[in-house]
């Protein structure tokens, strides 16, 4: 949520709140994958596990819907609280990329957008969430996995 206080520990529930939305934060090739989304614009897939749903589950669905990216080997790696009028937490994953499909049915998104390091810090198009001092750690923590 724009301007709210956001809360990042890398560690399991560490925040003493349940996470039951997701982030997906990959890098593939030397390029990380994000979408563009029809409101807020350039940022990592993600969103919220559905009834009956693990939030794994929900990370590898919200790939797939947002990108047409099918990933696999799914490390959970951080927590973020956004407090805000309705306080959650989301789960933070990385994972290995098993396929892409050039033609995806979409939900709410543009689909697959592969940038580089210097594309993604020159972007003009960031959602907001995209901005925060918080992703850059997540940023550098995967680019340390992927290593």
């Known amino acids: 949520m724009q ?3 956001v809360e990042l520990t890398f560690g399991e529930n560490c925040l003493g709140m349940e996470a039951r939305h997701v ?8 390029r990380w994958l994000v979408t563009r989304h029809s409101v ?3 940022e990592f897939p993600g969103g919220k596990a559905e009834d009956g749903e693990t939030i794994s589950e929900a990370a590898i669905r919200e790939t797939i819907e947002e990108t047409g ?3 696999t080997e799914l490390v959970k790696f951080a927590e973020y609280v956004v407090m805000s009028n309705v306080t959650f937490c ?3 994953f990385t994972g290995k990329v098993s396929s892409i499909d ?3 049915q979409l939900y709410e998104t543009e ?4 940038m580089t390091d210097d594309e993604l810090a020159s972007c003009e198009e960031l959602s907001f969430h995209m901005k925060d001092a918080g992703m850059a750690k997540i940023r550098k923590w995967v680019d340390a996995y992927v290593s």
């Not at 982030?23 to 030397?30: R, T």
């Open 3 to 5: 301007g709210a206080q």
């Open 23 to 30: 982030l997906v934060v990959l890098k593939h090739e030397g």
């Open 40 to 42: 807020r614009g350039i």
């Open 69 to 71: 990216v099918t990933i």
């Open 90 to 92: 989301k789960a933070v």
């Open 102 to 104: 050039e033609n995806p």
């Open 111 to 114: 689909g697959a957008l592969w």
